[in-house]
C-alpha cells in the first residue's frame, strides 16, 4: 500500500517554509523542494493526503522540465544524485524530492490560457474581455480561443491570487523583462498544448513561474502538472460545458456537498473521495509520459 506524506520531518536539513502542497529546506547552494501528497481546494488544505500526488507533481515537473527545451532550475530529482544529508532520507523523498538551483523570483504568475474556461469565463460573461483583453462576442464557454492569451495575476501568499494586465507586470519587472515573461510563457504553453493533443489531452490553460538564476530568466516552481494546469481528455471535450478535467474536482465537488464554508482547517476527505482523485493523478501522468508511478 502507498504511503502517504502530508508532511516532512527531515533531521538535519534547515527546513525554510511550508506552503500549501511543497516543503522546502535550504541546502546552502541549492533548495531541496520536498513535494508531500497534501491537497488543497479553494485555497484551504485538506486534513488527510492523497496518496501518490506528491509523486505525480514532481515527477512530472521533471518530465516537463526535460522536455521543454528552455532554462529551468531542476538539478535532479534523482535522490541518490543529491547530498548525503538528503540521501540518508531516501526513502521518505524517493520520487518527491528535486534539488534545484536558488532563484530571484518574479511576484507574479505567469498564465497562459488557450481555452475560455474558469475567472476567464466569468470575466467575459461580465465584460466581453479576459484581462482586459477583448474577445469576439458569442463565445461558449471552455470556447477555443483564437491565440493563446497571456493572462498575469498577483502571486498571493493567502488567499486567491488576482488578475492584473501586462502594464502592471511592466512596472513591477521592467518592460523588457515583461515582454520575455510573456513570450516565455506563450512559446512554452504553445510547444506543451501541441505535445499534449498528441496524447489526446486538451491543456487548456496553465501558470508558470519564473526566476532570475546567474542573471537569467529561468522556469522554476512546479511546471504543467494538474495543480497548476487545467487538462482535459479530448473525449470530453465539447464547447458549452465545462469539460471533466484531471485534477482535484472530486474533492471540490465533495467540499460543495457538504457546504463547506471555505475556512481553515479543511475536513478529512472520504476514502472514495481521495480513491478517485489518486486515480485520476496517475491517470495523467501515465497518458501525459507513457509511464507508470508504482509503490
Known amino acids: 500500500m502507498e504511503s502517504v506524506l502530508v508532511k516532512s520531518e527531515l533531521a ?3 527546513l525554510v517554509s511550508r506552503g500549501k502542497v511543497r516543503d522546502m529546506y535550504d541546502l546552502g547552494e541549492t533548495l531541496l523542494i520536498v513535494t508531500t501528497d497534501r491537497i488543497s481546494a479553494f485555497d484551504v488544505v485538506m486534513a488527510n493526503g492523497v496518496p501518490f500526488k506528491g ?13 521543454l527545451g528552455v532554462p529551468h532550475h531542476m538539478i535532479t530529482c534523482e535522490v541518490e544524485e543529491m547530498p548525503p544529508g538528503v540521501r540518508r532520507h531516501a ?15 518574479f511576484p507574479v504568475e505567469c498564465v497562459a490560457r488557450g481555452y475560455l474556461i474558469g475567472s476567464g469565463w466569468k470575466d467575459y460573461q461580465a465584460t466581453g474581455t479576459v484581462c482586459g483583453i477583448p474577445l469576439p462576442k458569442g463565445l461558449q464557454q471552455a470556447s477555443k480561443l483564437e491565440r493563446p492569451l497571456f493572462t498575469p495575476s498577483t502571486k498571493a501568499e493567502k488567499g486567491h491570487d488576482e488578475n492584473i494586465g501586462f502594464d502592471v507586470v511592466a512596472r513591477t519587472v521592467g518592460k523588457e523583462t515583461a515582454e520575455a515573461l ?3 510563457t506563450l512559446s512554452i504553453y504553445t510547444k506543451a498544448a501541441g505535445y499534449a493533443e498528441t496524447k489526446g489531452v ?3 490553460d496553465t501558470k508558470f513561474e519564473f526566476g532570475l538564476v546567474d542573471g537569467k530568466v529561468t522556469l522554476v516552481d512546479e511546471v504543467l502538472t494538474p495543480d497548476s494546469s487545467r487538462y482535459w481528455p479530448r473525449s470530453g ?33 472520504p476514502e472514495d473521495v481521495v480513491r478517485k482523485t489518486t486515480e ?7 497518458v501525459l509520459t507513457g509511464r507508470e508511478l508504482r509503490a
Open 237 to 269: 471535450y465539447r464547447p458549452g460545458i465545462s469539460p471533466p478535467s484531471y485534477d482535484k474536482q472530486f474533492v471540490r465537488d465533495y467540499l460543495e456537498s457538504i457546504k463547506f464554508d471555505k475556512k481553515p482547517p479543511g475536513p478529512a476527505l
Open 202 to 204: 486538451i491543456l487548456a
Open 91 to 105: 526513502e521518505v523523498l524517493r520520487d518527491r524530492a528535486m534539488l534545484v538551483k536558488k532563484a530571484k523570483t
Open 182 to 184: 510573456r513570450d516565455l
Open 12 to 14: 538535519g536539513l534547515n
Open 280 to 286: 485520476k493523478y496517475l491517470e495523467a501522468y501515465r
Open 55 to 67: 509523486k505525480v507533481l514532481n515527477r512530472l515537473s521533471a518530465f516537463w522540465f526535460g522536455f
